[in-house]
């Protein structure tokens, strides 16, 4: 069983920043990836941003030069340092990640969301 615990969302004003944090936990040997994803009322949850074992990122085009996706040293927190926000931001946010267990199984899992609200 692997759990996510995510914080950092709330209330800012447009142009302002936010940082949320999501840390893994459980039966975990090895995490590919973990990622931030985000769903607004109504519509389908995107990507956000990812990154890899290796350290690589991806990017929404929505996001790019705004939103910065890193981790910690033992790999198990992820951040979203979001700056220049705006209220198109305004979403449910949830991390994902993707790992591999004892048994070598490799399994996706979800955070509980949290939410971010940007007024004009």
């Known amino acids: 069983q692997v759990q996510l615990v995510e914080s950092g969302g709330g209330l800012v004003q447009s142009g302002g920043s936010l940082t949320l944090s999501c840390t893994a936990s459980?039966?975990?040997?090895?995490?590919?990836?973990m990622g931030w994803y985000r769903q607004a009322p109504g519509k389908q949850r995107d990507l956000v941003a990812r990154i890899f074992s290796g350290g690589s990122t991806v990017y929404a085009d929505s996001v790019k030069g705004r939103f910065t996706i890193s981790r910690d040293s033992r790999g198990k927190t992820v951040y979203l340092q979001m700056n220049s926000l705006k209220p198109e931001d305004t979403a449910v946010y949830f991390c994902?990640?993707?790992?591999?267990?004892?048994?070598?199984?490799?399994?996706?899992?979800w955070g509980q969301g949290t939410q971010v609200t940007v007024s004009s």
């Open positions: 459980g039966r975990i040997s090895s995490i590919n990836s």
């Open positions: 994902n990640v993707d790992i591999y267990d004892y048994n070598s199984a490799r399994n996706n899992y």
